[in-house]
């Protein structure tokens, strides 16, 4: 069985920073492409960035570029995001997803963690 484990989240002040780690246990022998995602209150889950199995590609939703990168171990199926310059409207439930990059950009997402809650405070 495959698990995402999240954490890092927590509540900040507009400007600050915070980091999140994603961990991945269970029979997953290969580097995958990883990602996030996020879920604000009343809105559907949406896209925040994914980096492919080797670090090669990234790609951010226009809301979070410049501000946010992510970072994986190198031949780990481990992930972080750095964000920066945080908003209040980057409030949200962040989950950690895992899977074939096409499909993880579409977010037909196999695997997801259980999510880490980031609050901006303004």
């Known amino acids: 069985q495959v698990q995402l484990t999240e954490s890092g989240g927590g509540l900040v002040h507009v400007g600050d920073s915070l980091r999140l780690s994603c961990a991945t246990s269970?029979?997953?022998?290969?580097?995958?492409?990883m990602g996030w995602y996020r879920q604000a209150p009343g809105k559907e889950r949406e896209f925040v960035a994914a980096?492919?199995?080797?670090?090669?590609?990234?790609d951010y939703t226009a809301a979070v570029q410049g501000r946010f990168t992510i970072a994986r171990e190198t031949g780990k199926n481990t992930v972080y995001l750095q964000m920066n310059s945080l908003k209040p409207e980057d409030t949200a439930v962040y989950y950690c997803?895992?899977?074939?990059?096409?499909?993880?950009?579409?977010?037909?997402?196999?695997?997801w963690g259980q999510g880490t809650q980031v609050t901006v405070s303004s």
């Open positions: 997803a895992l899977g074939d990059w096409g499909r993880l950009i579409s977010g037909e997402i196999e695997f």
């Open positions: 980096i492919s199995s080797r670090s090669s590609t990234t």
């Open positions: 269970g029979h997953i022998f290969t580097p995958l492409s």
